[in-house]
């Protein structure tokens, strides 16, 4: 699936998009930026609750496809536009990350 | 072969908010030299990882990244406090990082760790007191 069909189908609300037609491959949940980098997977949907400028950098290395903000977690708009300016696509949901994956799992 | 690219980079030290910019651009330069997104992965990742660390234990440090026809060197250099035990800061999970750098999702004891699990080969050449050079090679 692709991000834009995270919104589309799902109902993960856009926080910013740069590259919504890029493919997901599998999910990562975890807050813990290195052992993120260590474990998650290229393309994979990463989903956390840590949201400081740090998060971008992490999902750019590692080459996730998307972060998805649970739980409502918000993003200081500076932090967007950093995103915005290095290609990360990042979502969120009021779901907490079990409930998001549960979800992301059907439509995989 | 000495002929090689070489992008070198000032790693400021207690700054959070800038940490990764050397990772980043360096990623972005590998990109641009067409080399395959796994080799980039790795090296953004390796090299973010010894950043991070140059940020939270040493004040900062420089870091140079040698591209050469059949690999890529990453050299990290600071004149931090050393490590004490490299046996032990190798390990998953151990790390001596403080509150604050944990509650930014940091201090994980998994920067070197990850470092050694994306590098083909990692050299530690570390003295307490006087500083750390870390070399990591991926090859091509």
Redesign the interface.
């Known amino acids: 699936m692709k991000v834009t069909d995270l919104v589309n189908d799902l109902g993960f609300a856009p926080i910013c998009m740069p590259d919504p037609e890029r493919e997901i491959h599998g999910c990562y949940i975890g807050?813990?930026?290195?052992?993120v980098?260590?474990r998650a997977q290229?393309d994979n949907l990463w989903i956390t609750i840590?949201s400081?400028?740090?998060?971008v950098?992490?999902a750019?290395?590692?080459?996730v496809s998307a972060v998805l903000l649970a739980e409502n977690v918000t993003l200081e708009e500076s932090i967007v536009q950093t995103a915005e300016l290095?290609g990360v696509n990042i979502l969120s949901t009021s779901l907490s990350a079990y409930e998001a994956a549960v979800k992301l799992s059907g439509a995989l | 072969m000495s002929d090689h690219l070489n992008f070198h980079f000032t790693v400021d030290g207690d700054n959070f908010v800038s940490a990764g910019q050397a990772s980043v651009q360096v990623k972005k330069n590998l990109r641009e030299l067409g080399l395959s997104p796994d080799v980039i992965r790795k090296v953004s990742i390796a090299m973010y990882e010894g950043e991070i660390n140059m940020v939270i234990h040493a004040h900062g440090g420089t870091a140079d990244v040698n591209v050469y026809e059949d690999r890529i060197e990453i050299i990290l250099d600071d004149e931090g406090p050393g490590i004490k035990d490299v046996e032990l800061a190798l390990q998953e999970g151990y790390s001596t990082a403080s509150d604050s750098v944990r509650s930014l999702g940091f201090g994980a004891g998994m920067g070197l760790p990850n470092m050694k699990r994306y590098s083909d080969d990692m050299r530690i050449d570390t003295t307490v007191g006087v500083g750390t050079k870390i070399t990591m090679t991926i090859r091509l």
Do not use: E, Q, R
């Open positions: 807050d813990l930026l290195s052992w980098m260590g290229a840590m400081n400028v740090n998060t950098a992490v750019s290395l590692a080459d290095k």
